[in-house]
Every structure is written in structure tokens, then in C-alpha cells.
């Protein structure tokens, strides 16, 4: 059982000031074991922020990052899934599925966590998963001005993950709960 | 006659004959087997303890065949050490301690009702929230979209802002729950990592020593979980690996894949003995650990009011500064594991219960190094309680069966 938050595009602080107070109540440190952050803290404070939540942090650039030494992608193993993390600034267009989907072969992942568009998301792909976290702060963005602030915790438990979905919807977090399992580890790698 | 004297064989030279208070303080500190036993006087020697056992071993092995066992007569047996080997200490501690009835046909029911009564607590207490909300889906959702092979597709979203969710808050979330106990758990891992660190069965890197480290944090855990007022202390581990240890060695199969099962509640009763010393708020009171630290000078006072009166009033070497970790731990970091597991085949045994033996025990683990305390100023005293030197378990625990038990109830200074 191991807990993951995907998170990012928070723009703090030229678009926002800081997470919403209630997202701030509930990430309590020693819960966590992952932080897999899609990019756009932006400054380092947002950085020692979540290093203090859960020192696994994991950090791809986006455009805006104060800090131009994160990698590009980045890719991990958490129990029987690889995880692949980009902000997604560079895949063109964005949001597109095919073009992520792309990127997922790329990387030869099971799981893609991309963002940028500050849209929560999560489908199923031609035999992946696609999850965008969204914006933790509901920074706008130049796709869309009218964002609900969430983000994404998945529990990874063998070969079935629950993904935990918070989002601050007038002013309440409201909770989704999404199952999906993996057939097996070994030949088809398919994921529904 | 002949002019020559007569030169008397040069016989080793035997020491005057003892002094009572010297045989009882012994040796200086060596190991007194090892020393071969120039100056034990007529103590038993190695040879007379390889009989003994074995004649023991015959009658505590009928005794147990029995079909319904005589409890007093197997207390006195005990008393004088279970032998090694085969499933005999196991199963009289298991009798001793009142797990299993002195019936032995009760046998077979009580031992599976009460493994199984342990199977069910640690699905009660021990799932992990993934586990426990899996299974809680598995029972609600019968043939979801399996058949479903839509690439394309965005998920199915349930909402569960009012259920359970890991970050929750609330008191009644599992998820909440399950968090509270995360340093627990830490606390009980670093102990377990500390246990024995010499002894292969809970220290190797081996998948067998790991699953024990694994059972053993189960039964804590679930522990401290069913015994909130208390939880979990460090030194439980301690109280534990003994128990633990005895019924996995039990040569019978079942009963050593039971050994979590079992032990769990052998520890149980045992705790329900010491548990009045863990607990810190009872501390000062008449069942906390500074009245039993009392109880054992005023023990030593009435057997040995010379060696009480060096300690205490000259030297100012109070109890606590040394038979805290002895009371407690039950004498499990004093000496070698199997030294410690013989000197628990007395404790079991005592028929007027564990407490009174141990505090016999400690006063006579300070009669025995009665010579070298009454040399020594409070530094060398604090030394040498503090790390008990090696000493012939057989000799402390004859003393201790001697030593005269304090006869006034009470304690003037409660």
C-alpha cells in the first residue's frame, strides 16, 4: 500500500498565492510516501514545501520553474506500475490524447502524470492511464481562466491502484474514488 | 620405623571450608563453570546436572501425558529447569501460564478456538486501509465493466467526499486510524531490530528471521491496538522474544506454525502480570515500579541487613538505579538467552506467582555478588548491577527458593 500525490501547476506566486487553505488542512506530512509534481511551483519555497510533506519528491520542469535543473521526464517503478511524470508544456498539442499517448510509448509507461492544462483528467489509452492532477491552487491558465483547484492521491496497492481525486468545488472539497487494476506484470502489459 | 618423614600426597589445595555468607557470595566474578570449580566447595558439578535433567525430563514428560495433568506437581518439576529439546518447555510454559487447561482432551478445542480467535482479530485490527476498502468493493460491485475493453475511455468516478478517503480527517476514518499508528509501528521496529542482535532466530537477514521480526510486530501491534490505556512501550519486544522463541522451537509442526496464534496469547497473560510497571501513571503508586523497587529492599533488608545497609544508606545504590530494567524486563537483559530462559522455567513455576520469584531472584542476584558490592564504592556497585557478571543460574535460584520472604504487610513508606 503506497500512497503517491500527483500535484502541480501552482503558479505560486504569480498567479496564486498559496494552496487553498482546506488542500493545506489535509496534506499533513508522515501519510505520504511518493510526491510525483508535474511542474510550475514555481519558486523554491513551493519546493521545500513539499519536500517537507514527503522527502520522495519527484519534479519535472515547467515553463515557468525558477529552478531550470528538473529534468524534462521523468520515470519510476512504485510496486508492480511505472509511473512517467512531464509537465507537458512540450507536448504539442496539448492535451491531446494521441500526442500523450505518444509520449507514453516513449517513456514505456503503465501510468502517464502530465499537466499544464490545469484539467483534472484520467482515462484509459490505448492500454495506459493518463492522470492530470490539475492545478493544486486553480491557477488560471492559457487554456482555461475558470479552474477548480485540485490534485490526485493514488494508493498502489499490488496490481490495483485507487485513485483519490480532491477538488475544491465551491469552497468544498469534494472526494472522487477511481479503481483500476493491471491484468498482470508480465505479457499483457494492458492496463483496464 | 622409618626415619623418613612421611610425605603426605600433595593433595590440591583445598580451600578452608566456606564461610556461609562466602558461598554464598562466591566466586569473584568469574564464570564458575569455566573456573572448574576449585572453590565451589561441594556445589554440583557438571556432571551431577547432566542426570538431573533427564531424570526430570522422564517425569515432567509423564507428568504432561497424563490425562489430566496435576499442575502443583509439574510447578515443583519445572521449578528445577525444563530440559532442551523436543516440544516439552513450550508446552508446560503453555500449561503454566494457563493457556492450556490441565485437561488434555480440552486440548485440541482450545488451542484452535483461540488461534482462530486470533486469525480473526488481526483482520480486525491489522488490515491496511487498501486491504479493508478492497475487499468492501469486491462485496458491493458483482460483474462491473470487466468485459469492458473500451480503450478510450475516462473512468468511472464514485464520489466518497463523505466516505472514506486516505486523507481524512475525521475520527471514525480507518484511513485516520490506520495514520495514528504509524510510529507505533516505528517505535515497535526499531525495538524488534534491537532484539538479539546475536541470535540468528531474530536477527539474520534470512526470509525466516525476517517473518519472525513480521510476527512479532503483529502481536504488538495488535497489542497496543486492543490496549489503548497503554499501548505499546519499548521493552515489551523483550518480554516477548522468550515466548515467541520457545513455541516456534516446539518440534511438534503445528504448534510451531501456530507459534504467532500462541504466543500472542501467552504474552497477553504474561503482560497482564507486569503490565502494572509499564504504565507510567502508576508509577507512585502501590502497584507501579517504585513500590515493587521497594518491596525488593525491603527483601534484601530482612536476608542480608549487612550488604542492605552498604548498599542503601552507605553507598546510597538505590533500587532503581539497577533492578528497574530487572523488574520490568523480567531478568531478559541480565544474562545469556538460555540462562534467561531457564531462570523463566522458575518464574513460570512459582506457585505464589511470577512477581514474588522475580524479587527472590534479584535478591539473590545480590547476595551472590555480595563480596565484590561490599568492596566496591557506589561507582564499582553501579558497575557491576548494571552489567551483571555471569554467575551459575542454578546457585541464584536455590538461593532465591531460601531466601525469607518479608512477613509485615505493610509498607511504612506508602
Sequence with gaps: MVLVLAIGDLHIPARAPDLPAKFKSMLVPGKIQHIICTGN???????????????????????????????????????????????????????????????????????????????????????????????????????????NPSFVLMDIDGLRVVVYVYELIDGEVKVDKIDFKKTSTAASNSVH | MLKCKLKLPQKTHLPFPPKLSSLVSGSEGKEAENAGGEDQGFESGKELETFLPNGLGLEAEFEISQKVINLEKLRRLSSSGIPVGGGLRATIWKLLLGYLPPSRDLWEKELSDSRQKYSKLKEDFLLSPSEFSRR??????????????????????????????????????????????????????????????????????????????????????????????????????????????????????????????????????????????????????????????????????????????????????????????????????????????????????????????????????????KCRLMKGDFIDNIKLLQHFPEIHVNRVLRIAQDITPVTSSFNQSL
Design chain 1, 41 to 147: 511551483l514555481c519558486i523554491k519555497e513551493v519546493h521545500d514545501y513539499l519536500k517537507n510533506l514527503c522527502p520522495n519528491l519527484h519534479i519535472t520542469r515547467g515553463e515557468y520553474d525558477e529552478d531550470s535543473r528538473y529534468p524534462e521526464t521523468k520515470t519510476l517503478t512504485i510496486g508492480q506500475f511505472k509511473l512517467g511524470l512531464c509537465h507537458g508544456h512540450q507536448v504539442v498539442p496539448w492535451g491531446d490524447l494521441d500526442s500523450l499517448a505518444m509520449l507514453q510509448r516513449q517513456l514505456d509507461v503503465d501510468i502517464l502524470v502530465t499537466g499544464h492544462t490545469h484539467q483534472f483528467k484520467a482515462y484509459k489509452h490505448e492500454g495506459g492511464v493518463v492522470i492530470n492532477p490539475g492545478s493544486a491552487t486553480g491557477a488560471y491558465s492559457s487554456i482555461t481562466y475558470d479552474v
Design chain 2, 136 to 369: 468492501k468493493d469486491e462485496v458491493l460491485v458483482t460483474n462491473e465493466k470487466h468485459a469492458d475493453l473500451d480503450a478510450e475511455a475516462s473512468f468511472e468516478r464514485h464520489d466518497v467526499s463523505n466516505e472514506d478517503h486516505p486523507l481524512c480527517l475525521g475520527k471514525t476514518s480507518a484511513w485516520q486510524r490506520y495514520f495514528e499508528f504509524t510510529e507505533i509501528i516505528e517505535q515497535i521496529d526499531r525495538d524488534l531490530d534491537r532484539t538479539h542482535p546475536t541470535i540468528k532466530f531474530f536477527s539474520a537477514e534470512s526470509p525466516v528471521s525476517k517473518k519472525n521480526k513480521e510476527s512479532m510486530r503483529n502481536i504488538l501491534l495488535l497489542f497496543a491496538k486492543l490496549n489503548p490505556e497503554i499501548r505499546y512501550v519499548q521493552g515489551m519486544n523483550e518480554i516477548l522474544a522468550p515466548i515467541y522463541y520457545v513455541f516456534s522451537t516446539d518440534c511438534d509442526e503445528k504448534n510451531s506454525a501456530n507459534a504467532e496464534a500462541d504466543s500472542f496469547s501467552c504474552f497477553v497473560r504474561l503482560m497482564s502480570d507486569s503490565v502494572d510497571h509499564f504504565c507510567q501513571q502508576l508509577d507512585n503508586s502501590p502497584v507501579g515500579i517504585r513500590s515493587t523497587l521497594c518491596r525488593l529492599s525491603e527483601l534484601l533488608k530482612a536476608n542480608d541487613e549487612e550488604l542492605w545497609r552498604h548498599l542503601e544508606l552507605k553507598n546510597k545504590v538505590n533500587p532503581q538505579f539497577y533492578a528497574f530494567r530487572w523488574i520490568t524486563l523480567l531478568l531478559t537483559q541480565e544474562f545469556s538467552f538460555q540462562t534467561t530462559l531457564r531462570i523463566w522455567d522458575s518464574l513460570l513455576s512459582n506457585s505464589f506467582g511470577i512477581q514474588d520469584m522475580l524479587l527472590r531472584i534479584c535478591c539473590a542476584m545480590l547476595l551472590c555478588v
